[in-house]
């Protein structure tokens, strides 16, 4: 099983970028899918989950009205736009998965799958 996150890169503050996590040797049916983050000397934080049926979504408090999660089962792959970047949002941003339809609550602890992570620089 992997999560192939890609679309990171070096944006100016107020740019955006769109990110993007494709599964493959298995199909996440029935599984919520997370994007957290990383900045360097800091943990591993929840930035946005999506429940299975894309019938719930939920956001950092940071980032709501500026970044959006969505997925394409058909696809097997699950996205973040990301708009109106601000310096502080840089991190390695990582893609997870976690069997079950629910995306509440959505924990590091909780996660069965991680993507390998893609680079977000945000410039001032």
């Known amino acids: 099983v992997q999560l192939q996150a890609s679309g990171g890169g070096l944006v100016q503050a107020g740019g955006s970028l769109r990110l993007s996590c494709a599964a493959s040797?298995?199909?996440?049916?029935?599984?919520?899918m997370a994007w957290f983050r990383q900045a360097p000397g800091k943990e591993r934080e929840f930035v946005a989950a999506?429940?299975?049926?894309?019938?719930?979504?939920y956001y950092k408090d940071s980032v709501k009205g500026r970044f959006t999660i969505s997925r394409d089962n058909a696809k097997n792959t699950v996205y973040l736009q990301m708009n109106s970047l601000k310096p502080e949002d840089t991190a390695v941003y990582y893609c997870?998965?976690?069997?079950?339809?629910?995306?509440?609550?959505?924990?590091?602890?909780?996660?069965?799958?991680w993507g390998q992570g893609t680079e977000v620089t945000v410039s001032s």
């Open positions: 997870a998965a976690r069997n079950g339809w629910r995306a509440d609550n959505f924990h590091v602890s909780d996660v069965d799958y």
């Open positions: 040797g298995r199909t996440f049916s029935g599984y919520a």
């Open positions: 999506i429940s299975w049926l894309s019938t719930t979504t």
